[in-house]
């Protein structure tokens, strides 16, 4: 049986960076994996709702866009990809320099100290103090703009967090492995799953699918760290080498701008 795919997964595999999309495109591409007219429908509204997308016209014969703020997002999404696979190909490597994150919000200021705690999680930064973050990478281009006016920030090329100073042994105390491998069996699966007789863009949604799973909370730490073979390099690999050797039979092609970009 396959995965279920979200119908956002497929609005965000069409949308461009820049321009619009033909809802009748959105609503084939998400028919052709399952997904209903209605779910795709309150997939849109729930984007526009959230000021990512703006909608031109009614049902098939109206087109899709991204907004300032969902091209940022994007932007983001695109950044967090080519780290991935730049550390898979040595392009990417660590300066062993350790980036500290402070947050600087007043009390009164509870919900933007919330949603900056949030935002640098999910950016693959770990707590190691109250209001105090770590993480190897430099964030600054994976967070919003508008919130970076609250925090402060410094590097260090020396940490000890309770008495633990070697990097390996920092990353395995801050980014346990044991869940992060486990999510990449979503890409095993998808791999094992994956049909050569299906089209073209209904296997490569599936992959991508699989692969935001995975890489959903991977904080991508450098391979240097990690005891080698590093599972997740090992299966990201594989998953290129699937995507690159899938022909495709039709002229929309799900992530066309930016995966081909992330790809070593």
Not at 19 to 33: F, K, M, P, Q, R
Not at 34 to 46: C, S
Not at 122 to 139: P, R
């Amino acid at each position: 049986m396959s995965e279920h795919i979200a119908a956002r997964t497929v609005i965000e595999a069409f949308l461009p960076s820049v321009g619009s999309i033909d809802l009748s495109t959105l609503y084939t591409e998400a028919n052709a994996v399952g997904i209903g007219d209605q779910t795709l429908r309150l997939a849109i509204r729930r984007l526009a709702a959230s000021g990512e997308v703006e909608q031109h016209g009614r049902g098939r014969a109206g087109t899709l866009r991204l907004t300032s703020l969902g091209q940022a997002r994007q932007s983001r999404d695109g950044i967090g990809l080519a780290l991935a696979f730049g550390q898979d190909g040595g392009s990417i490597r660590w300066d062993k320099t350790w980036h500290l994150v402070a947050i600087s919000a007043p009390e009164r200021d509870r919900a933007v100290r919330d949603g900056l705690r949030r935002e640098l999680l999910a950016a693959g930064a770990a707590t190691i103090s109250t209001g105090l973050f770590a993480t190897a990478h430099d964030l600054g281009d994976m967070l919003d703009s508008s919130v970076r006016s609250h925090l402060v920030t410094a590097t260090a090329t020396a940490l000890n967090i309770r008495g633990v100073v070697q990097p390996a042994e920092i990353a395995e105390l801050l980014w346990p492995s044991a869940p992060i491998i486990t999510a990449y069996d979503a890409i095993t699966r998808a791999l094992d799953r994956d049909d050569a007789s299906q089209p073209s863009t209904v296997r490569r949604l599936r992959l991508a699918h699989a692969l935001e799973r995975a890489i959903r909370f991977d904080p991508l730490i450098p391979p240097e760290m990690r005891a080698a073979p590093w599972p997740p390099t090992t299966l990201r690999t594989a998953w290129t080498e699937r995507w690159s050797a899938i022909s495709d039979d039709n002229a929309t092609r799900p992530y066309a701008e930016w995966l081909p970009l992330a790809l070593p």
